[in-house]
C-alpha cells in the first residue's frame, strides 16, 4: 500500500494549491495565460477591499505588526503553500479579540457581505468569522508585499527550487514538491523530501508487531496518538526534521495505525500489549490513562507531562476545573478544562489539525474569551518549551 493514498496524475501544480480555482496564486511562475488574468483579477478585487468599511473594521480591530513579519518570516520556508500556516499563527489571536468586541453577527455579516459584493451566509459562529477576519489580512498583507522585489524574489526562488523534479528520499520515485496536495503539505508540516506516494505500508502479522509497534514509538521518542500518520499535522509537528524518513519507514513496516486498530481492536490496546507504554500506564476508551507525581490522573502522557511540571515548579492545580455556563458555549454548565491554576485556565491541544476537534478547541478558547478567563493554549510543538509557555503562571 502508498504511505497516502491521492492522484498523484490531478493534483499538479497549480490545482495542487486549493485557493488555486478561486485564481489566488502568488507568483505568475507556471501559470498559463488564463490563470495569470485569474490571478491579476484576484489581486485587483483585493485592493478593493482597502477601501470598504469591513477593511477599516478588521484593522483597527485584528491586525498586528507583527503580523507581516510573521508573514515574511513564513515565505522562505513554505513558499505557495503559506496561507495555511499564516493562518495557524494568528488563529487564536483573532478568536479571543472577538469575544471583546461589541458586535453581533449581523453586523458583521453585512460587512463581509458589502465588502465582497453578494449577499451571502459567509460565516454563522465565531470560529468561521475568525477564518475569514484572517483570511482577509493574510490577502491584505500580500497585496503589500507581492511588489516588493525582496519577497517576489524570495516566493520565486522557493518556486523554483522546489518545481525541480527530485528523488524521493524514502522511494527514490521523482516528484515536484509543489504538485504536494496543499492538504498533504501542511499536514506533513512542510516535508519536503516524500512524495506521499511511497509503496512502504506492510500488512505484518500480529506476532511481528510484538517488535514494530514498540520500534516505531521509538523512532518518534513519544507516545503517538490513535491518530497519527504521515499528514496528521498534530503528529508530524512534534517531529524534527531529520525524523522523517526513520518515523515514516517504521511507520510502513509497521503497517500504519490502521492496520495496527485492526489487529488488536484499539491503538491503545495495541501499545499496551507490546508493552510499548511505560509502566504505570493503562489503556482505556479514551486513550491512555496514567497518573502524575500528585496523583492527578491523565488522559495521555503529553497530560502527565504538563501536570508534572505543574507540580516540579509548586504550582497548586486543579484538575478538569468547570467552565462557567453559557447558552451557546457551554448550556449544560459542564464542559471542563485541563488546569486551573490561580484562577488561569490551561488547556492542553493535542489533537490540532483534526476538524472537529479544532472546532471544539475554537469553543473553549471563546468561551473562555466571554467568561473573561485568562487561557493558557498548549499544543503539541509546545512540550519542548514549557518553562517559556508557562512562565507567566512563575511570575503572576
Wanted: aromatic fraction near 12%.
Amino acid at each position: 500500500m502508498l504511505l497516502v493514498q491521492f492522484d498523484s496524475n490531478y493534483y499538479k501544480y497549480p490545482i495542487s494549491i486549493s485557493r488555486g480555482y478561486w485564481g489566488r496564486y502568488l507568483i505568475e511562475s507556471g501559470l498559463s495565460k488564463s490563470e495569470i488574468e485569474s490571478r491579476s483579477q484576484w489581486l485587483t478585487t483585493v485592493a478593493s477591499y482597502t477601501n470598504t468599511e469591513l477593511h477599516r473594521f478588521v484593522n483597527d480591530n485584528f491586525t498586528n505588526p507583527s503580523d507581516i513579519k510573521l508573514l515574511i518570516s513564513l515565505i522562505p520556508q513554505h513558499g505557495i503553500y503559506v496561507e495555511k500556516f499564516f493562518h495557524r499563527n494568528i488563529r487564536l489571536r483573532v478568536l479571543r479579540k472577538l469575544t471583546s468586541i461589541n458586535i453581533d453577527f449581523l453586523q458583521l455579516q453585512k460587512l463581509f457581505s458589502i465588502a465582497y459584493g453578494y449577499n451571502s451566509n459567509v460565516f454563522n459562529n465565531n470560529s468561521m468569522a475568525a477564518f475569514w477576519i484572517v483570511d482577509h489580512i493574510f490577502q491584505q498583507l500580500l497585496l503589500g508585499i507581492l511588489s516588493e522585489t525582496t519577497i517576489h524574489s524570495s516566493i520565486t526562488s522557493w518556486f523554483d527550487d522546489f518545481s525541480r523534479p527530485r528523488r524521493c528520499s524514502l522511494c527514490n520515485n521523482k516528484f515536484r514538491v509543489i504538485d504536494l496536495p496543499d492538504w498533504i503539505y501542511y499536514g506533513s508540516n512542510g516535508c519536503k523530501t516524500c512524495c506521499f506516494q511511497c509503496p512502504i505500508i506492510d500488512s505484518p502479522k500480529k506476532d511481528e508487531l510484538a517488535s514494530l509497534i514498540p520500534a516505531f514509538v521509538r523512532s518518534c521518542d513519544f507516545i503517538p496518538n490513535s491518530d497519527a500518520g504521515p499528514i496528521n499535522y498534530s503528529f508530524t509537528s512534534r517531529l524534527p526534521a531529520d525524523k522523517w524518513n526513520e518515523v515514516f519507514i517504521s511507520y510502513g513496516k509497521m503497517g500504519g495505525v490502521e492496520h495496527v486498530k485492526a489487529k488488536y481492536k484499539s491503538w491503545f490496546k495495541g501499545l499496551a500489549e507490546t508493552g510499548a507504554l511505560p509502566n504505570g500506564v493503562l489503556a482505556t476508551a479514551r486513550g491512555v490513562r496514567c497518573l502524575a507525581k500528585d496523583g492527578h490522573v491523565c488522559h495521555s502522557l503529553d497530560e502527565q507531562r504538563i501536570d508534572n511540571w505543574l507540580n516540579n515548579h509548586n504550582l497548586k492545580h486543579e484538575r478538569e476545573p468547570i467552565y462557567p455556563s453559557h447558552p451557546d458555549l457551554n448550556p449544560t454548565g459542564r464542559r471542563k478544562g485541563d488546569w486551573k491554576v490561580n484562577g488561569t485556565f490551561i488547556e492542553y491541544f493535542g489533537l490540532v489539525g483534526d476538524k472537529d476537534y479544532e472546532r471544539k478547541m475554537d469553543e473553549k478558547i471563546l468561551l473562555a474569551g466571554y467568561s473573561k478567563i485568562n487561557l493558557i493554549a498548549i499544543y503539541p510543538t509546545d512540550l519542548d518549551a514549557l518553562d517559556i509557555r508557562l512562565q507567566s503562571l512563575l511570575t503572576s
